[in-house]
């Protein structure tokens, strides 16, 4: 490994982690969805500019459209509006950490549906990593930083994000850079998004004040932008060691938690993070 690629993998799992604590900030002063609709919409509307005015890529064409579309609805309004929402719910450190175990729940998906491989291994191990994240977050059931609703609604979001992770992986995109497919589907996500915040809108509950511009700030461009585009330089320079900096995102999504949001870390915290951790390894060393 190139001190670059290490120093890139350490940012990537910061701010994909990151996203957890920032979104908990941001709740603090908003509603949900209209956290996720100007996150949406400004990280969009940035990675557009950036692709079409200043790198000069091409546009989508014809049926790209519908899958960009397709696309969005998953990725962004379902799994992300979804996740949101879920965090209203829940500790930050339980979202960080529920979100790195997504490629295992790919993994099944893909085999239940679409007759990819499955390995019985890998499928102890994303018990194992469920078994971590419901013992993380059983002491905090008892104290209010996590509920019972919040727990569901976060699998399923999960279980939306590896649903469009495999549609995204099934189409054919001719060639269309990807900072253009990620400013595409995330500004129709948040399109697709915002007659429903429109909708539950209640000025009395929106705060336009420091703390919610600086969580979603950070969420629309570290996060969406600098994160994903930190990914995809690890994935296009070592698919398979690249997974392993997910191992991280549980340490430092508890660690920003705990700093800044002054959520407890307990001995429950700790032996679920390990099991996530451990189990995240033995399937990507099977691999």
Not at 261 to 274: H, R
Request: hydrophobic fraction near 55%; proline fraction near 3%.
């Amino acid at each position: 490994m190139t001190g670059k690629f290490v120093a890139v993998g350490i940012v990537f799992a910061f701010l994909w982690s990151s996203a957890a604590t920032a979104t908990k900030l941001a709740l603090g002063s908003a509603q949900p969805l209209t956290i996720a609709v100007i996150r949406f919409l400004l990280a969009g509307g940035l990675m557009l500019l950036i692709s079409h005015g200043l790198l000069k890529k091409r546009h989508p064409q014809k049926k790209e459209w519908k899958q960009l579309a397709v696309y969005g609805l998953l990725n962004v309004a379902i799994y992300l509006g979804v996740y949101v929402i879920a965090m209203q719910f829940l500790g930050a450190g339980i979202g960080s950490l529920a979100i790195a175990i997504n490629p295992l729940f790919i993994s099944l998906l893909a085999a239940l549906f679409f007759r990819y491989r499955i390995t019985g291994t890998a499928i102890f191990c994303l018990l194992i990593c469920t078994v971590g994240v419901v013992m993380a977050a059983w002491p905090m059931l008892q104290n209010s930083y996590a509920t019972p609703l919040g727990m569901v609604l976060l699998f399923a979001s999960m279980l939306t994000y590896s649903i469009a992770a495999i549609y995204y992986t099934r189409q054919q995109w001719n060639g269309l850079d990807i900072l253009t497919i990620n400013g595409w589907h995330t500004l129709l996500g948040g399109l697709f998004l915002l007659p429903l915040a429109l909708i539950g809108y209640d000025a009395a509950k929106n705060h336009f004040d420091g703390r919610f511009w600086m969580g979603t700030g950070w969420l629309a461009i570290p996060v969406s932008i600098g994160a994903v585009q930190a990914w995809l330089y690890l994935l296009k320079i070592n698919t398979v060691a690249a997974a392993y900096w997910l191992y991280l995102c549980p340490v430092f999504g508890f660690l920003l938690a705990y700093l800044v949001l002054n959520e407890p870390i307990t001995g429950f915290t700790i032996l679920g993070m390990l099991l996530v951790i451990g189990g995240l390894y033995v399937s990507q060393r099977k691999k």
